[in-house]
Structures are given as structure tokens and as C-alpha cells.
């Protein structure tokens, strides 16, 4: 296998893929809200809040919503230009989330975004649906 060294701009890369995740993020809290309000729910769709954007990430979702029966909804959003298969990232803090709050958790995966945005919701078990490979690894000293 040959390795190529190239050089790339990876701060602005980082920054772009920032800027469409949460641009689809704000695009999923709006969709929620509106849906919730056509179900006769203000009280619901009121209360839907962006985590990653009000209280930082880490919490293993971005959107905390709600069903129109009032059910939990906390939703992870993964956004891509590419096509309904282009890869993405998922952490692992988000995988375990996923696993222990099932019932509640779901991925809103919004692709082909900056042309004409499409989305679908995957349940867990995530690797139900997608590949799972792992793309870093932590070193500790033995």
C-alpha cells in the first residue's frame, strides 16, 4: 500500500464540518418544533432544546425533544453534502448513549445538505444499519 503525504488546511476543514453540522443541527431543532406545534403539542415543541449548542457537547445527543404523546426524544444529527451513504463520524460516548437509552435515542442523518437536503432516522442498535470502524486510538503508557 502506498501512503501519500499531502498537505491540507485540517483547521478549516474542522471549521467547515463545524459549520454544517451545526447549521443541520439548528435545521432539526426547527423541524422538530414545527412538527410538534402540527401535532396540537406547543407545550412540546416549547420545551425542545439544543443541547450541543445551549449546554456544549458531551451529553451523547444534540437535540433533547419529544413525541406528540410526550415520550422522550433525544436526537443525535449527523449532516453530510455527500450522498445517503457518505460516512460519518460517531463517537464513542454517542454509541453508549445510544445503547443505554434506546427507547429514546435516535440518529436524524441529514445528507446531500447544502443542495437539497434529505434526512432518515436510524434506531439503535446502530451497527444494525451501518458499519462501525474504528478510526483512532488512544495510547497510554503500560
Known amino acids: 500500500m502506498l501512503h501519500v503525504a499531502k498537505k491540507f488546511d485540517v483547521a478549516g476543514r474542522d471549521e467547515r464540518n463545524r459549520a454544517l453540522g451545526r447549521a443541520g ?14 401535532a396540537g403539542r406547543d407545550d412540546l415543541a416549547r420545551k425542545v432544546r439544543w443541547i450541543s449548542e445551549e449546554d ?3 451529553a451523547g445527543y444534540d437535540i433533547a425533544s419529544f413525541t406528540p404523546d410526550g415520550q422522550e426524544r ?21 454509541l453508549a448513549v445510544a445503547e443505554e437509552r434506546r427507547s429514546e435515542w435516535c440518529l436524524f442523518r441529514l445528507w446531500n445538505f447544502s ?8 434506531r439503535p442498535p446502530l451497527d444494525a444499519h451501518v458499519s462501525l470502524t474504528a478510526t483512532a486510538f488512544q495510547a497510554s503508557f503500560h
Open 25 to 38: 443541527e439548528e435545521r432539526v431543532v426547527a423541524h422538530e418544533r414545527s412538527a410538534l406545534k402540527m
Open 56 to 58: 456544549g457537547d458531551g
Open 115 to 122: 443542495r437539497e437536503p434529505k434526512a432518515f432516522e436510524l
Open 74 to 94: 433525544l436526537i443525535e444529527v449527523k449532516t453530510t453534502n455527500g450522498w445517503e451513504r457518505t460516512p460519518f463520524y460517531i463517537s464513542r460516548n454517542e
